[in-house]
């Protein structure tokens, strides 16, 4: 069902909702959190849909709590590394002495490393010295890049924080090899969409062709001309 359904589906059960606001989609965000549906199928006009959890999920085999933690940390380690678990828990919702169990169940296939913030820990193969390649990189909003941690100073200088995390958003990101220079915005306009970056400081040249790489490739995906400001780098 679609949500506007749900909530009709719901009132037509006594239950009244106003369709209006934040209400459905907290309620439906509830509903999935304790294991009741999910997201099904779009429609053929690109909406989502709701199906019951039971339904469409098969059931699973009988749970091994300990080997389901330890195959949890090594994938949110493969993706996030170097991490620890206080990033697990940040990202996952799961107590703190959960986390901490899921990396000492995957502590036999975890490399650990010592980094400006601390022993964290990678997969074997992740802690060898990345490629002398210069990565620029347009993060979009709430990218999981800077989701998945609960510290992001090894991505997010300290005295930047706080552009990068504006109240309860993540804003888009400009990645220089790894690290946030500067955040940007579009705006749209009839004739193509315009890109602001606001740098956090003086920005490499390097930096500032990669920028302009990436706008080219997001006027390639959008299919539409894009066009940087000028005098924002």
Not at 126 to 132: A, G, K, M, S
Not at 219 to 225: K, S
Request: hydrophobic share 40%; charged share 25%; proline share 7%.
């Amino acid at each position: 069902l679609e949500r506007a359904r749900v909530i009709e589906a719901l009132a037509e059960d006594g239950v009244i909702i106003d369709p209006s606001g934040q209400a459905p989609a907290h309620l439906l965000m509830l509903a999935a959190a304790q294991g009741i549906l999910c997201r099904g199928p779009e429609t053929d006009r690109g909406e989502p849909t709701y199906v019951l959890l039971d339904d469409w999920v098969p059931k699973a085999d009988d749970a091994d709590e300990d080997a389901d933690l330890r195959r949890l940390a090594t994938r949110y380690v493969a993706g996030h590394g170097p991490t620890a678990a206080a990033d697990l828990a940040a990202w996952s919702g799961l107590p703190i002495g959960t986390a901490r169990r899921a990396f000492a169940a995957a502590d036999a296939d975890l490399v650990h490393i010592e980094t400006a913030i601390g022993p964290l820990a990678v997969l074997p193969g992740q802690d060898r010295p990345p490629l002398n390649r210069p990565s620029v990189r347009l993060l979009g909003l709430f990218d999981g890049y800077l989701l998945g941690y609960r510290d992001r100073s090894l991505s997010v200088p300290p005295d930047h924080e706080r552009q990068v995390q504006t109240g309860g958003f993540i804003m888009p990101t400009v990645l220089s090899d790894g690290r946030a220079v500067a955040t940007w915005r579009t705006t749209q306009r009839r004739a193509a969409t315009l890109v602001d970056v606001r740098s956090f400081g003086e920005v490499a040249d390097r930096t500032g062709r990669g920028v302009r790489s990436e706008v080219a490739d997001l006027a390639r995906f959008l299919g539409r001309p894009v066009e940087l400001r000028d005098g924002l780098l």
